[in-house]
């Protein structure tokens, strides 16, 4: 199985419910993550591994965006 080659765009924040990369402000872990991505619609973002959560009213406070994942394919 081949999957599409993604691209990551450092340089802008892309729409709200993209796939981005998020850096944790409490452990600088960095991890991808959708809002409102799971099946409940939440539009919530938690950290793997300090398991910081956040609920994103408009932007995230917790979280800092790296960059914006888009599939190249
Ligand atoms: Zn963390």
Partial sequence: MT??????????????????????????????GTIGGNEKRELQLNCPECSIEETIISQPTQFEVVGVIENAS
């Fill in 3 to 32: 999957k599409g080659k993604e691209r990551i765009r450092f340089d802008c924040t892309g729409e709200f419910n993209e796939p981005h990369i998020y850096k944790c402000s409490e452990c600088d872990h960095e991890f991808r």
